[in-house]
Protein backbone atom coordinates (compact mmCIF):
# COMPACT_ATOMS: atom_id res chain seq x y z
CA UNK A 1 0.00 0.00 0.00
CA UNK A 2 3.01 2.13 0.70
CA UNK A 3 4.03 2.72 -3.10
CA UNK A 4 0.63 3.16 -4.13
CA UNK A 5 -0.28 5.39 -1.47
CA UNK A 6 3.37 7.43 -3.28
CA UNK A 7 2.07 7.12 -6.14
CA UNK A 8 -1.21 8.44 -5.84
CA UNK A 9 0.24 11.78 -3.96
CA UNK A 10 2.92 12.35 -6.61
CA UNK A 11 -0.51 12.14 -9.11
CA UNK A 12 -3.40 13.61 -7.51
CA UNK A 13 -1.75 15.49 -4.31
CA UNK A 14 2.33 16.50 -5.43
CA UNK A 15 1.64 19.99 -2.86
CA UNK A 16 1.98 17.33 -0.07
CA UNK A 17 5.77 17.04 -0.57
CA UNK A 18 6.20 20.83 0.20
CA UNK A 19 5.71 22.71 3.07
CA UNK A 20 4.18 21.49 6.18
CA UNK A 21 0.58 20.31 6.73
CA UNK A 22 -1.95 19.09 9.58
CA UNK A 23 -3.27 15.47 10.30
CA UNK A 24 -6.36 15.68 12.02
CA UNK A 25 -5.74 12.25 13.96
CA UNK A 26 -7.89 10.77 16.31
CA UNK A 27 -5.51 7.69 17.50
CA UNK A 28 -7.83 5.16 15.45
CA UNK A 29 -6.62 3.02 12.74
CA UNK A 30 -7.25 5.66 9.65
CA UNK A 31 -5.69 8.33 11.00
CA UNK A 32 -2.49 6.33 12.52
CA UNK A 33 -2.18 4.35 9.54
CA UNK A 34 -2.14 8.23 7.16
CA UNK A 35 0.04 9.98 9.99
CA UNK A 36 2.50 6.38 9.06
CA UNK A 37 1.61 7.56 5.43
CA UNK A 38 2.99 10.59 5.29
CA UNK A 39 6.36 9.71 7.25
CA UNK A 40 7.57 7.10 5.22
CA UNK A 41 6.21 9.36 1.79
CA UNK A 42 8.60 12.43 3.36
CA UNK A 43 5.57 14.32 3.77
CA UNK A 44 5.92 17.19 6.98
CA UNK A 45 2.76 17.05 8.92
CA UNK A 46 2.15 18.10 12.30
CA UNK A 47 -0.46 16.47 14.39
CA UNK A 48 -4.01 17.55 15.81
CA UNK A 49 -5.95 15.96 18.68
CA UNK A 50 -9.33 17.22 19.31
CA UNK A 51 -10.82 16.15 22.84
CA UNK A 52 -14.18 15.77 22.77
CA UNK A 53 -14.58 14.66 26.82
CA UNK A 54 -17.49 12.00 25.29
CA UNK A 55 -16.20 8.69 26.26
CA UNK A 56 -14.81 9.77 30.14
CA UNK A 57 -11.31 7.77 30.51
CA UNK A 58 -11.27 6.54 27.28
CA UNK A 59 -10.99 9.73 25.75
CA UNK A 60 -8.43 10.69 27.90
CA UNK A 61 -6.63 7.59 27.17
CA UNK A 62 -6.65 8.61 23.21
CA UNK A 63 -5.16 11.49 23.95
CA UNK A 64 -1.98 10.16 26.10
CA UNK A 65 -1.87 7.67 23.48
CA UNK A 66 -1.29 10.36 20.82
CA UNK A 67 0.78 12.05 23.57
CA UNK A 68 3.16 9.37 23.27
CA UNK A 69 3.17 8.45 19.99
CA UNK A 70 4.33 11.68 18.59
CA UNK A 71 6.64 11.76 21.04
CA UNK A 72 8.03 8.95 19.95
CA UNK A 73 8.21 10.15 16.62
CA UNK A 74 9.56 13.76 17.31
CA UNK A 75 5.88 14.85 15.66
CA UNK A 76 4.86 18.05 16.65
CA UNK A 77 1.20 17.18 18.73
CA UNK A 78 -1.64 20.16 19.12
CA UNK A 79 -4.51 19.35 21.55
CA UNK A 80 -7.44 20.42 22.61
CA UNK A 81 -10.77 19.59 24.72
CA UNK A 82 -13.95 20.75 24.34
CA UNK A 83 -16.80 20.48 26.56
CA UNK A 84 -18.85 19.21 23.31
CA UNK A 85 -22.73 18.47 25.01
CA UNK A 86 -22.48 21.71 26.53
CA UNK A 87 -21.88 23.26 23.12
CA UNK A 88 -24.33 21.21 21.35
CA UNK A 89 -26.63 22.62 23.60
CA UNK A 90 -25.44 26.35 23.66
CA UNK A 91 -25.50 26.25 19.47
CA UNK A 92 -28.99 23.65 19.51
CA UNK A 93 -27.28 21.73 17.50
CA UNK A 94 -26.83 17.79 17.84
CA UNK A 95 -23.53 16.71 19.68
CA UNK A 96 -21.94 15.52 16.59
CA UNK A 97 -22.59 18.42 14.45
CA UNK A 98 -21.47 19.89 17.48
CA UNK A 99 -17.99 17.88 17.21
CA UNK A 100 -17.78 18.48 13.59
CA UNK A 101 -17.79 22.28 13.57
CA UNK A 102 -15.37 22.33 16.36
CA UNK A 103 -13.34 20.10 14.89
CA UNK A 104 -12.97 21.89 11.88
CA UNK A 105 -13.22 25.12 13.34
CA UNK A 106 -9.98 24.50 15.44
CA UNK A 107 -7.99 22.95 12.40
CA UNK A 108 -8.48 25.82 10.55
CA UNK A 109 -7.33 28.10 13.09
CA UNK A 110 -4.40 26.10 13.61
CA UNK A 111 -3.62 25.98 10.18
CA UNK A 112 -3.74 30.04 9.50
CA UNK A 113 -2.01 30.56 12.81
CA UNK A 114 1.17 28.37 11.99
CA UNK A 115 1.23 28.66 8.54
CA UNK A 116 0.59 25.46 7.55
CA UNK A 117 -0.53 24.61 3.89
CA UNK A 118 -2.97 22.38 4.57
CA UNK A 119 -5.40 19.64 6.96
CA UNK A 120 -5.32 16.26 6.12
CA UNK A 121 -7.79 13.94 7.26
CA UNK A 122 -8.29 10.06 7.07
CA UNK A 123 -11.59 9.39 5.06
CA UNK A 124 -11.24 6.48 2.98
CA UNK A 125 -13.20 4.49 0.41
CA UNK A 126 -15.32 2.40 3.22
CA UNK A 127 -16.34 6.12 4.11
CA UNK A 128 -16.89 7.13 0.22
CA UNK A 129 -19.67 4.06 0.54
CA UNK A 130 -21.52 4.97 3.70
CA UNK A 131 -21.30 8.95 2.56
CA UNK A 132 -23.21 7.51 -0.93
CA UNK A 133 -25.95 5.49 0.22
CA UNK A 134 -26.87 7.73 3.52
CA UNK A 135 -27.30 10.42 0.31
CA UNK A 136 -29.05 7.65 -1.57
CA UNK A 137 -31.72 7.23 1.11
CA UNK A 138 -32.20 11.25 1.39
CA UNK A 139 -32.59 11.41 -2.59
CA UNK A 140 -29.98 13.39 -3.26
CA UNK A 141 -29.47 14.55 -6.60
CA UNK A 142 -26.24 13.91 -8.64
CA UNK A 143 -23.97 16.72 -6.61
CA UNK A 144 -24.89 14.70 -3.52
CA UNK A 145 -23.97 11.30 -4.82
CA UNK A 146 -20.06 12.42 -6.20
CA UNK A 147 -19.29 10.75 -2.59
CA UNK A 148 -16.61 12.90 -0.22
CA UNK A 149 -14.63 15.45 -2.19
CA UNK A 150 -10.94 14.66 -2.11
CA UNK A 151 -10.65 18.36 -2.22
CA UNK A 152 -12.53 21.01 -0.03
CA UNK A 153 -10.40 24.73 0.19
CA UNK A 154 -7.59 23.60 2.26
CA UNK A 155 -8.89 20.16 3.38
CA UNK A 156 -7.54 17.32 1.92
CA UNK A 157 -8.37 13.93 2.15
CA UNK A 158 -5.21 11.08 0.74
CA UNK A 159 -6.80 7.66 1.60
CA UNK A 160 -10.08 8.30 -0.29
CA UNK A 161 -9.03 5.46 -2.92
CA UNK A 162 -7.98 3.29 -0.02
CA UNK A 163 -10.19 0.31 1.47
CA UNK A 164 -10.38 -0.22 5.42
CA UNK A 165 -9.06 -3.76 4.00
CA UNK A 166 -5.66 -2.46 2.78
CA UNK A 167 -5.88 0.16 5.90
CA UNK A 168 -6.17 -2.79 8.46
CA UNK A 169 -3.61 -5.01 6.32
CA UNK A 170 -0.86 -1.77 6.31
CA UNK A 171 -1.34 -1.27 10.02
CA UNK A 172 -1.20 -5.26 11.13
CA UNK A 173 2.06 -5.86 8.07
CA UNK A 174 4.16 -2.47 10.06
CA UNK A 175 2.74 -3.58 13.48
CA UNK A 176 0.83 -0.23 14.04
CA UNK A 177 -0.63 0.38 17.30
CA UNK A 178 -4.36 2.36 17.34
CA UNK A 179 -7.15 2.85 19.79
CA UNK A 180 -10.58 1.34 18.78
CA UNK A 181 -13.33 3.79 19.78
CA UNK A 182 -15.83 1.46 21.76
CA UNK A 183 -18.67 3.95 20.31
CA UNK A 184 -18.37 2.40 16.90
CA UNK A 185 -19.37 -0.90 18.05
CA UNK A 186 -22.56 1.18 18.89
CA UNK A 187 -25.40 0.85 15.94
CA UNK A 188 -27.37 3.79 17.46
CA UNK A 189 -25.96 6.29 14.97
CA UNK A 190 -27.18 5.77 11.56
CA UNK A 191 -23.76 5.24 9.77
CA UNK A 192 -22.39 2.85 12.87
CA UNK A 193 -25.50 0.89 11.78
CA UNK A 194 -24.90 0.78 7.84
CA UNK A 195 -21.09 0.09 9.06
CA UNK A 196 -21.66 -2.81 12.00
CA UNK A 197 -24.66 -4.46 9.69
CA UNK A 198 -25.73 -3.81 6.45
CA UNK A 199 -21.95 -2.93 4.47
CA UNK A 200 -20.85 -6.27 5.76
CA UNK A 201 -24.20 -8.40 4.22
CA UNK A 202 -23.37 -5.50 0.85
CA UNK A 203 -20.15 -6.81 0.67
CA UNK A 204 -20.78 -10.64 0.55
CA UNK A 205 -23.73 -10.13 -1.75
CA UNK A 206 -21.74 -8.01 -4.07
CA UNK A 207 -18.19 -9.04 -3.43
CA UNK A 208 -16.93 -6.58 -6.26
CA UNK A 209 -18.36 -3.39 -4.86
CA UNK A 210 -15.22 -1.96 -3.71
CA UNK A 211 -13.20 -2.19 -6.58
CA UNK A 212 -15.83 -0.88 -8.79
CA UNK A 213 -17.15 1.88 -6.34
CA UNK A 214 -14.18 4.18 -6.78
CA UNK A 215 -14.17 3.82 -10.73
CA UNK A 216 -18.35 4.75 -10.43
CA UNK A 217 -17.77 7.62 -8.47
CA UNK A 218 -15.23 8.51 -10.96
CA UNK A 219 -17.42 8.55 -13.79
CA UNK A 220 -20.43 10.40 -11.25
CA UNK A 221 -17.83 13.28 -11.15
CA UNK A 222 -16.93 13.30 -14.79
CA UNK A 223 -20.95 13.91 -15.15
CA UNK A 224 -21.29 16.04 -12.58
CA UNK A 225 -18.49 18.24 -14.49
CA UNK A 226 -20.21 17.75 -17.67
CA UNK A 227 -23.33 19.38 -16.13
CA UNK A 228 -21.82 21.91 -14.37
CA UNK A 229 -20.59 22.81 -17.94
CA UNK A 230 -23.79 23.05 -19.38
CA UNK A 231 -25.30 25.06 -16.37
CA UNK A 232 -22.99 27.25 -16.94
CA UNK A 233 -23.57 28.25 -19.96
CA UNK A 234 -27.06 28.47 -19.14
CA UNK A 235 -26.48 30.62 -16.39
CA UNK A 236 -24.33 33.16 -19.08
CA UNK A 237 -27.15 32.98 -20.90
CA UNK A 238 -30.35 33.87 -18.67
CA UNK A 239 -28.92 35.63 -16.52
CA UNK A 240 -27.27 38.94 -14.96
CA UNK A 241 -25.62 39.64 -11.55
CA UNK A 242 -27.33 42.06 -8.76
CA UNK A 243 -26.20 42.85 -5.09
CA UNK A 244 -26.23 39.88 -3.46
CA UNK A 245 -27.14 37.49 -6.52
CA UNK A 246 -28.77 37.20 -9.88
CA UNK A 247 -31.69 38.17 -11.78
CA UNK A 248 -32.64 35.44 -14.51
CA UNK A 249 -35.06 36.80 -17.64
CA UNK A 250 -37.63 34.39 -18.27
CA UNK A 251 -37.95 35.02 -22.11
CA UNK A 252 -34.29 33.38 -22.17
CA UNK A 253 -35.24 30.37 -19.96
CA UNK A 254 -38.56 29.69 -22.19
CA UNK A 255 -35.91 29.81 -25.26
CA UNK A 256 -33.95 26.63 -23.85
CA UNK A 257 -34.96 22.62 -24.72
CA UNK A 258 -36.12 20.96 -21.07
CA UNK A 259 -35.21 24.40 -18.65
CA UNK A 260 -36.70 22.98 -16.10
CA UNK A 261 -33.68 20.92 -15.80
CA UNK A 262 -31.39 23.53 -16.17
CA UNK A 263 -33.51 25.88 -13.69
CA UNK A 264 -33.30 22.82 -10.94
CA UNK A 265 -29.39 22.78 -11.52
CA UNK A 266 -29.33 26.65 -11.59
CA UNK A 267 -31.32 26.79 -8.34
CA UNK A 268 -30.85 23.84 -6.21
CA UNK A 269 -27.54 25.50 -4.46
CA UNK A 270 -29.80 28.30 -3.30
CA UNK A 271 -32.11 26.19 -1.36
CA UNK A 272 -35.06 25.89 -4.08
CA UNK A 273 -35.28 22.44 -5.15
CA UNK A 274 -38.71 21.93 -5.80
CA UNK A 275 -38.54 23.14 -9.55
CA UNK A 276 -42.39 22.48 -10.23
CA UNK A 277 -42.69 26.06 -8.33
CA UNK A 278 -40.28 27.83 -9.80
CA UNK A 279 -41.90 27.12 -13.55
CA UNK A 280 -45.12 28.42 -11.79
CA UNK A 281 -43.19 31.61 -10.67
CA UNK A 282 -42.49 31.71 -14.27
CA UNK A 283 -45.97 32.83 -15.25
CA UNK A 284 -47.15 34.20 -11.76
CA UNK A 285 -48.18 37.70 -11.40
CA UNK A 286 -45.95 40.35 -10.07
CA UNK A 287 -44.61 40.44 -6.63
CA UNK A 288 -45.62 36.21 -6.26
CA UNK A 289 -42.29 34.96 -4.65
CA UNK A 290 -40.60 31.78 -3.27
CA UNK A 291 -38.35 31.98 -0.06
CA UNK A 292 -35.86 29.67 2.32
CA UNK A 293 -34.31 30.86 4.89
CA UNK A 294 -31.26 32.56 3.01
CA UNK A 295 -32.82 33.64 0.05
CA UNK A 296 -35.78 35.24 -2.27
CA UNK A 297 -37.08 34.34 -5.73
CA UNK A 298 -39.72 37.43 -6.49
CA UNK A 299 -40.93 37.64 -9.71
CA UNK A 300 -41.16 41.01 -11.35
CA UNK A 301 -42.79 41.37 -14.73
CA UNK A 302 -40.14 39.75 -17.58
CA UNK A 303 -37.79 38.33 -14.28
CA UNK A 304 -37.14 36.50 -11.43
CA UNK A 305 -35.06 38.35 -9.14
CA UNK A 306 -32.91 35.95 -6.64
CA UNK A 307 -31.86 38.22 -3.49
CA UNK A 308 -30.05 37.03 -0.84
CA UNK A 309 -31.79 37.64 2.52
CA UNK A 310 -29.77 39.46 5.33
CA UNK A 311 -29.59 37.21 7.65
CA UNK A 312 -26.99 39.02 10.35
CA UNK A 313 -24.59 36.11 10.21
CA UNK A 314 -23.73 35.77 6.39
CA UNK A 315 -25.07 39.48 5.47
CA UNK A 316 -22.15 42.00 4.42
CA UNK A 317 -22.77 45.93 4.67
CA UNK A 318 -20.54 48.46 2.85
CA UNK A 319 -20.16 51.59 3.67
CA UNK A 320 -19.50 54.64 1.44
CA UNK A 321 -17.98 58.09 2.05
CA UNK A 322 -21.06 58.99 2.53
CA UNK A 323 -22.34 56.58 4.58
CA UNK A 324 -23.85 58.04 8.14
CA UNK A 325 -25.46 55.02 9.74
CA UNK A 326 -26.08 51.76 8.97
CA UNK A 327 -28.55 49.15 11.25
CA UNK A 328 -27.69 46.10 12.54
CA UNK A 329 -30.17 44.12 14.08
CA UNK A 330 -30.88 45.84 17.05
CA UNK A 331 -27.64 47.63 16.79
CA UNK A 332 -26.54 50.69 14.95
CA UNK A 333 -23.26 51.75 13.21
CA UNK A 334 -22.86 55.72 13.42
CA UNK A 335 -20.44 57.87 11.24
CA UNK A 336 -19.44 61.34 11.88
CA UNK A 337 -17.11 63.50 9.60
CA UNK A 338 -14.89 65.53 12.18
CA UNK A 339 -12.53 68.56 10.94
CA UNK A 340 -10.59 69.16 14.51
CA UNK A 341 -8.19 72.17 15.32
CA UNK A 342 -5.78 69.09 17.01
CA UNK A 343 -6.25 65.65 15.84
CA UNK A 344 -4.99 64.32 18.80
CA UNK A 345 -6.75 66.39 21.22
CA UNK A 346 -9.82 64.58 19.84
CA UNK A 347 -8.27 61.27 19.99
CA UNK A 348 -7.70 61.53 23.38
CA UNK A 349 -11.23 63.54 24.20
CA UNK A 350 -12.93 60.23 22.80
CA UNK A 351 -11.22 57.49 23.25
CA UNK A 352 -13.82 54.45 24.08
CA UNK A 353 -14.10 51.08 23.06
CA UNK A 354 -17.52 51.60 21.25
CA UNK A 355 -15.67 54.28 19.16
CA UNK A 356 -13.22 54.01 16.39
CA UNK A 357 -11.56 57.21 15.21
CA UNK A 358 -9.97 57.31 11.69
CA UNK A 359 -7.81 59.12 9.30
CA UNK A 360 -10.54 60.18 6.56
CA UNK A 361 -7.36 60.40 4.05
CA UNK A 362 -5.88 56.92 4.32
CA UNK A 363 -9.11 54.81 3.83
CA UNK A 364 -10.10 52.22 1.17
CA UNK A 365 -13.41 52.48 0.30
CA UNK A 366 -16.15 50.31 0.67
CA UNK A 367 -15.64 49.74 4.15
CA UNK A 368 -17.05 46.33 4.90
CA UNK A 369 -18.67 45.43 8.24
CA UNK A 370 -19.78 41.76 8.77
CA UNK A 371 -19.64 39.19 11.06
CA UNK A 372 -15.86 37.31 11.85
CA UNK A 373 -15.02 34.63 10.47
CA UNK A 374 -12.40 31.93 11.47
CA UNK A 375 -9.18 32.38 10.16
CA UNK A 376 -9.16 36.14 10.42
CA UNK A 377 -6.86 37.96 11.72
CA UNK A 378 -5.73 41.57 12.47
CA UNK A 379 -2.92 43.30 13.76
CA UNK A 380 -4.02 44.55 16.74
CA UNK A 381 -3.05 48.70 17.91
CA UNK A 382 0.26 48.74 20.16
CA UNK A 383 1.06 45.33 19.12
CA UNK A 384 3.84 44.14 16.56
CA UNK A 385 2.64 41.34 14.15
CA UNK A 386 -0.88 40.19 13.79
CA UNK A 387 -3.24 38.09 15.82
CA UNK A 388 -5.98 36.20 14.71
CA UNK A 389 -9.49 37.37 15.56
CA UNK A 390 -10.27 33.92 17.84
CA UNK A 391 -7.42 34.43 19.83
CA UNK A 392 -8.45 37.81 21.04
CA UNK A 393 -12.05 36.88 21.78
CA UNK A 394 -10.98 34.27 24.20
CA UNK A 395 -8.50 36.57 25.76
CA UNK A 396 -11.31 38.96 26.12
CA UNK A 397 -13.57 36.25 27.95
CA UNK A 398 -16.19 36.54 25.05
CA UNK A 399 -18.91 33.69 25.33
CA UNK A 400 -19.70 31.33 22.65
CA UNK A 401 -22.82 33.10 21.85
CA UNK A 402 -21.74 36.71 21.91
CA UNK A 403 -18.69 35.32 19.34
CA UNK A 404 -22.01 34.54 16.92
CA UNK A 405 -22.52 38.29 16.81
CA UNK A 406 -19.24 39.69 16.81
CA UNK A 407 -18.27 42.09 14.01
CA UNK A 408 -15.32 43.16 11.79
CA UNK A 409 -14.57 46.67 9.50
CA UNK A 410 -12.73 45.92 7.27
CA UNK A 411 -10.49 49.18 4.89
CA UNK A 412 -9.63 47.19 1.46
CA UNK A 413 -8.40 43.84 2.87
CA UNK A 414 -7.07 44.23 5.85
CA UNK A 415 -9.76 44.25 9.38
CA UNK A 416 -9.23 47.45 11.00
CA UNK A 417 -11.93 46.91 13.97
CA UNK A 418 -12.97 44.08 16.41
CA UNK A 419 -15.85 46.28 17.22
CA UNK A 420 -16.58 47.50 20.53
CA UNK A 421 -12.96 45.12 21.50
CA UNK A 422 -9.76 45.95 19.42
CA UNK A 423 -8.81 48.48 16.78
CA UNK A 424 -6.09 47.83 14.50
CA UNK A 425 -2.53 49.91 13.96
CA UNK A 426 -4.10 50.79 10.31
CA UNK A 427 -5.22 54.37 9.34
CA UNK A 428 -4.61 55.45 13.10
CA UNK A 429 -4.80 59.22 13.93
CA UNK A 430 -1.76 61.53 13.98
CA UNK A 431 -0.76 64.81 14.52
CA UNK A 432 -0.86 66.01 10.96
CA UNK A 433 -4.71 64.16 10.20
CA UNK A 434 -6.81 66.81 8.99
CA UNK A 435 -10.39 64.99 8.41
CA UNK A 436 -11.73 62.50 10.93
CA UNK A 437 -13.80 59.25 10.10
CA UNK A 438 -16.00 58.61 14.06
CA UNK A 439 -17.34 55.45 13.78
CA UNK A 440 -19.75 54.54 16.78
CA UNK A 441 -20.55 51.17 17.87
CA UNK A 442 -24.14 51.45 19.75
CA UNK A 443 -25.98 47.85 20.82
Not at 271 to 288: M, N, R, Y
Request: hydrophobic share 40%; proline share 3%; glycine share 4%.
Amino acid sequence: MLQAFVDHIKVTFPQLFDGTHLLAISGGLDSVVLGNLLQYAGIKAQWAHCNFNLRGVESDGDEQFLIELAKTHDIKLHRSSFDTKAIANERGISTQMAARDLRYEWFEDLRSQNDLNSVLTAHHLDDQIETFLINLNRGAGLAGLQGIPAVNQHIIRPLLPFSRDQILEYAQEHELKWREDSSNASNSYQRNELRNQVLPLLHNALPDLKMNFAKTLSYLNDAGSIVDDAVARFRESVTTPNNTAFEIHIDEVKAFDGYSKYLFYLLHPYGFSQVEDVIQLLDAETGKQLKNDRYTLLKDRDLLRLEGNQDLLTATWYLLPETTAVKVDDAQLTIETVNPEDSITFLNSNLAKNVLLLDTSRLDYPLTLRVWQHGDKMEPYGMKGSQLVSDILINEKISRLEKERCFVLESGSKIIWLLGLRSSKHHAIKPQTREIKKITWST
